[in-house]
């Protein structure tokens, strides 16, 4: 189902057609309007803690079983090694180091492109309770990925972890 139905220009019905050399939804009425749905980009961490462990977050809404990294959007004239850090301090209240970045991944899904990091953080977690409704600490050794999203990524960076001893 199609994010939008109508032209923000003209207020026209957006059908199918040919645009940039694929399918996309533009004015029925030859306005020139065309709804690229690009993927938005987001920045997303694993975050170290206290050396063995990682923090995994519940978003408001999201089913009792289901954790995952903290993630974001950049904001407006935001670099993404800067997003991913206030992301982490507004969302759990630490102070972050990124250790390195990790990927680009595509979330198909949520049309998404996520820029991914492993970071190492300090401090005591404080939970956004408007944001949140859970976080968790698990040890890297009991961290299993999900197949989709930041699970790809959490995939990818353990088995890295297995081929180099840990710092």
């Not at 050399?21 to 980009?41: D, F, H, K, M, T």
């Not at 972050?96 to 492109?113: S, V």
């Amino acid at each position: 189902m199609p994010l939008m139905t109508f032209c923000p220009q003209c207020g026209n019905k957006l059908v199918t057609g040919q645009a940039g050399g694929r399918e996309r939804l533009v004015c029925s009425q030859a306005c020139g309007y065309i709804y690229w749905n690009n993927p938005l980009p987001v920045v997303g961490a694993i975050v170290e803690y206290d050396n063995d462990s990682v923090v995994l977050i519940q978003n408001k809404g999201w089913p009792a079983d289901w954790f995952g990294l903290v993630t974001g959007f950049l904001e407006h004239g935001e670099e993404p090694d800067e997003a991913i850090l206030r992301e982490i301090q507004e969302e759990i209240g630490l102070e972050a180091e990124i250790i390195e970045r990790l990927g680009i991944y595509t979330f198909h899904q949520r049309n998404e492109l996520i820029i991914a990091y492993h970071v190492r953080a300090t401090g005591d977690i404080r939970m956004d309770e408007e944001e949140l409704q859970a976080y968790k600490i698990v040890p890297i050794h009991k961290l299993k990925p999900w197949p989709f999203g930041t699970g790809v990524a959490v995939k990818e960076w353990l088995a890295r972890r297995l081929l180099r001893p840990v710092e």
